[in-house]
């Protein structure tokens, strides 16, 4: 059913506005409850209702006064924030507001080998599926091909975390896309200058490849990549091994890989898992069934109907 924009979004049957309508009615309550006046006058039409002077209202203290008031004021700005993003969620006409991360882990989880992690003794770690019990999934979306602007204005109005691993032989005709990803705190790490099947490059080859992809996005982006993803996800011992010696930290692969009209599922359960990396490209719909907001839309809709929200890879590897 189609709802224009301009409706107010109380009329939205979203999981935010019934919440902030639960909201208001407790507080009227806890307000009812606590001794407000409520016979006062209602204020001049466009101004707020005065708050009581300190002091008045006989034995009530004044603490208790600028409690209530700080009360409500928390109240409307949740409310207020609610109902911005129940209108961007419809804008972008996603089923449901998309669910917020938990705040990051204060400590990253270990990555010993284990379910979703390989890790052998002096090698970097790659993770398929980061450790964790929270319900959050990660967005990487590779090589750099498509820049859609759309695209990246719908993850920023959202505030969708993303991970960029970018090879330079696609990204590099406007690297200025993905500065401006990255200034709206999207990650940019490497996948590569030319994108090779790794386990053909000898030492030197594998060097020129990931190396050379370090130094180069660290000038066009400013920072350097921590994260690294082998393209195909085919590697070698010495991949890893070069990839450690030019400053990465971590490999990571994925699970399940996102597309316009569909997903792909590793698993035959078909559904996520908590701290499933999920895969998608900057790609254009001559190349697949769909637009980078459309991908992005399934990713958020599948997420949010399993009861996942998606976060941010680099506060957990
Ligand atoms: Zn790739």
Known sequence: ???ASSDRPRRIPTGAAVLSALLSTALSA????????????????????????????GARPERADRQELDARAAAAQREAAQQQAAQTAHRWGLAAVPLTAPPPPATKPPLGEGPGVRHQA????VVYRVPTDAKV????????AEKDPE??????????PLTAFLSDYLARSDYGYFRALHQQGAA???HTLTHPDLRKLDRAGQEKEICGQQDRLEKEIGTRPRLFRPPYGEYTDTSLQV????????VALWNEEAFPDHMEWRYADQRLHPGDIVLTHFRGPGSWKGTMPDMLRRVLDTATAQGFAVARLEDYL
């Open 122 to 125: 002096g090698l970097l770690p």
């Open 1 to 3: 059913m189609p709802i």
């Open 188 to 190: 940019i790490d490497n």
């Open 137 to 144: 999934v990660f967005l990487t979306v590779d090589d750099g």
């Open 30 to 57: 806890a307000l009812a409850g606590c001794g407000t006046t409520p016979q006062q006058p209602a204020p001049p039409p466009g101004q707020a209702p005065a708050a009581p002077p300190a002091g008045q209202g």
């Open 151 to 160: 695209f990246s204005r719908m993850a920023g109005e959202l505030g969708i």
């Open 243 to 250: 990839a450690a010696a030019c400053g990465i930290t971590a």
